[in-house]
């Protein structure tokens, strides 16, 4: 098991432009969970997926935020425009029940000069 | 609603014990704790259900009160190893929410 797979690692934009953060869930996890973190805020839920269904989107910070889950097995969370604010740590995790707890990807560094 | 943790940060030597503490204001069906290490993601410790069940992991273990909507997490005879920031997990029906975070610095 490969684990939950985050791309890239690091992205370094300028103010303005488009980015894509990408998440791949392990096999059989039905969930994916999106959070952003940053010193300031901690650990924030953005958004989550249930059976590839957006359930609960409150946490998005506005409508340069969007986020999708094509296919049972990958989701996309995209910034357009970016600014500089949306610099942080973003990380995707997935889980089968959640009684078994939510598993991380290795996180997104993303900056935004 | 956020989960406070208390203390937001502790230093020990090996072999100290410690405890942290998360508190909820709305009811909860569930608390995930979770350890982070420096550019690392968060690794699953363990979960405590509605019961006040104590569950343990190694030297680590948790106690859940859903009544007072508290949680606590017990790092006993700690190792270097335990080092790292912890985060309780609370779900109240929808997704985990975090809280900020109680960093554990434990030298030799």
């Known amino acids: 098991d490969a684990g939950v797979i985050q791309s890239p690692r690091h992205e370094v934009t300028e103010m303005g432009q488009e980015v894509t953060l990408r998440c791949k869930l392990i096999?059989?996890?039905?969930?994916l969970f999106w959070y952003r973190q940053t010193m300031m805020r901690g650990l924030e839920l953005l958004i989550y997926?249930?059976?590839?269904?957006?359930?609960?989107d409150s946490g998005m910070p506005e409508d340069r935020f969007s986020a999708k889950m094509p296919n049972a097995s990958f989701s996309t969370l995209k910034i357009q425009p970016s600014e500089p604010r949306d610099s942080a740590v973003y990380f995707c995790?997935?889980?089968?029940?959640?009684?078994?707890?939510?598993?991380f990807g290795s996180g997104t560094r993303l900056t935004v000069v | 609603q956020q989960p406070v943790q208390s203390p937001q940060a502790v230093i020990l030597r090996e072999g100290e014990d410690a405890v942290i503490n998360c508190s909820s204001s709305?009811?909860?069906?569930?608390v995930h704790w979770y350890r982070q290490k420096h550019g690392e993601a968060p690794v699953f410790l363990m979960i405590?259900?509605?019961?006040?069940e104590q569950k343990g992991h190694e030297k680590i273990s948790a106690s859940f009160n859903e009544k007072k909507q508290q949680s606590s997490l017990y790092l006993t005879a700690s190792q270097l190893s335990y080092s790292g920031t912890y985060f309780c997990g609370t779900e109240a029906g929808t997704a985990l929410i975090f809280g900020k975070g109680t960093t554990l610095s434990v030298s030799s």
């Open positions: 995790a997935s889980t089968r029940t959640g009684r078994d707890g939510y598993t």
């Open positions: 709305k009811a909860l069906y569930s």
């Open positions: 096999s059989g996890h039905n969930s």
């Open positions: 405590l259900l509605k019961g006040g």
């Open positions: 997926f249930n059976n590839n269904v957006p359930i609960d």
